[in-house]
Every structure is written in C-alpha cells, then in structure tokens.
C-alpha cells in the first residue's frame, strides 16, 4: 500500500556529512509522521530524529547540534542532513512513517529497506 525508498548512504570520514532521503509512495491520504531510526550491529534500534506534520522535530541526545531532520511535503520526501559524522554514528538507517491510507480510517507505520551509513575514524 505504501513504499518508502531510502538513498543516501555510504561511507564517509569522520568529520564529514552526508543527506539521507525518503520518499514515501502509494495509496497515501496523509503523513502523520515521518523519521529516522538507526541500528548499529549488535544492538538495538534507536530513533535518530522524527517529524511531526505540525512541524515539531525530535532528537536523540547523541545527535543533537549535528543532525536536522526536515521535509518536502509536496514530495512526500524527508531529509536527515547528519554533519560532523562520528564512528559511532555507523549503522543501518530505516526511514519510517506514519501513513493514512485512503483505505484505512486509521494510521499504520510504514518501514523503509533501510540504508547503510558507515563513518570510518
């Protein structure tokens, strides 16, 4: 019902930057949500940061000052711009959001494949 594609990701050196992008598609009536998770091999999955559709943002401590999430709501599209990279930012990220459907009354959370960022010191 509803795709979220990543791109993105890759490798780069401590201290550098890289923007993420996810592009939500299908029978989309509207997008409550929309954020980044993170999951570091071995461990468990954190939220990075999340989009409210009101405009309210939310970071995790570890990414604050480094990370800004934002959104183009006409391309159902989010960002997350991550600068001044540390190797402990290395993981898989997955894209998520929280979908109305113009099939279903409520909202379902939506997963992407995800996208591998490794930062190398």
């Known amino acids: 019902q509803v795709q979220l594609v990543e791109s993105g990701g890759g490798l780069v050196q401590a201290g550098g930057s890289l923007r993420l992008a996810c592009t939500a598609s299908g029978r989309i009536f509207g997008i409550n949500s929309m954020g980044w998770y993170r999951q570091a091999l071995g461990k468990q999955r954190e939220l990075v940061a999340s989009l409210i559709s009101g405009g309210s943002t939310n970071y995790a401590d570890s990414v604050k000052g480094r990370f800004t999430i934002s959104r183009d709501g006409a391309k159902d599209t989010v960002y997350l711009q991550m600068n001044n990279l540390k190797s402990e930012d290395t993981a898989v990220y997955y894209c998520?959001?929280?979908?109305?459907?113009?099939?279903?009354?409520?909202?379902?959370?939506?997963w992407g494949q995800g996208t591998q960022v490794a930062v190398s010191s």
């Open positions: 998520s959001a929280r979908v109305r459907t113009d099939i279903s009354p409520s909202a379902n959370d939506y």
